[in-house]
């Protein structure tokens, strides 16, 4: 079976990257997060500005927990990008044999390239997008506006709330919104909202595009560059974010 997961939001700063790295890993750590096992994970980083989930430290082509982890680059700046990498990974990547989960940290941007022809495409992928909202109105104008020029695209999905830039009393333009009642009314759309819990801010800049496996990893030798109490924040927050990141599944 395959599954895939559209990390997408309004601009930068809103969390793309750090979530696409959690929702990566929890797959990773599926003993822990109670995802299912699956044979491969695609990690697509289509943002050209910042490609910070497959970069020099970031997610490479390797055999992780008995998962074979591939990292491709492909920047989506036009339809026709979304185009040739489809038909990349349907030709290249994915077969109807193995359990395979395709995770894309997209661009801000990237969303306005969805057209028919994309979508025809995607629909072969059974995709998810997951919107990370911010708490100023540009952040839900714009998943409201992203609806209304591909609703088939966003007929299911998933509001994450990124706890880091603040409580859930942070996001009132969401919270008192139209679109949210739309998404949430279980009528013409699927849609469900999920926390994603704060990292403490000293540790999430000190791993930086580091794997949390990378960095769990690290901290047990001495001289590695990871102090161990990064490493013991890295290892007690993938068990909780994993966690939280599950429901992606279960709800599906």
């Known amino acids: 079976m395959i599954k895939s997961y559209f ?20 797959f990773i750590n599926h003993e822990v997060s109670g995802m299912p096992k699956i044979d491969k994970l695609i990690v697509i980083d289509a943002d050209p500005m910042n490609p910070d989930v497959v970069c020099e430290h970031g997610y490479k082509n390797e ?40 995770v894309f940290s997209l661009p801000s941007a990237a969303g306005l390239y969805i057209t028919e022809s994309v979508l025809s495409l995607m629909a072969l992928m059974n995709p998810t997008p997951i919107w990370v909202m911010g708490i100023d109105a540009s952040s839900t104008n714009q998943l409201e506006a992203r609806v209304g020029k591909s ?10 709330i990124n706890l880091k830039h603040g ?9 008192k919104s139209s679109i949210r009642k739309t998404l949430l009314s279980g009528e013409d759309y699927a849609w469900s909202e999920l926390e994603l819990p704060a ?8 791993i930086g595009s580091m794997p949390l496996h990378t960095v ?7 001289g590695s560059g990871v102090a161990i109490g990064t490493r013991t924040v890295a290892q007690t927050y993938r068990g909780i974010a994993g966690r ?3 429901a992606l599944e279960s709800s599906r």
């Open 7 to 26: 990390v997408d939001g309004d601009k930068g700063g809103v969390g793309k990257s750090f979530v696409s790295r959690c929702l990566v890993d929890s």
């Open 167 to 175: 409580p859930g009393k942070s996001f009132e333009f969401w919270d």
């Open 151 to 160: 609703p088939m695209f966003y007929q299911n999905g998933v509001v994450l």
């Open 199 to 206: 990292m403490m801010p000293r540790a999430a800049e000190l």
């Open 63 to 102: 055999v992780v927990n008995n998962i074979q982890v591939i990292g491709l680059q492909r920047p989506i700046k036009s339809e026709d990008d979304w185009l040739n990498l489809i038909n990349e990974l349907a030709e290249t990547q994915i077969n109807e044999t193995d359990e395979i989960r395709l």
């Open 244 to 246: 939280k990141l599950a």
């Open 216 to 222: 769990i990893d690290k901290g047990n030798f001495p």
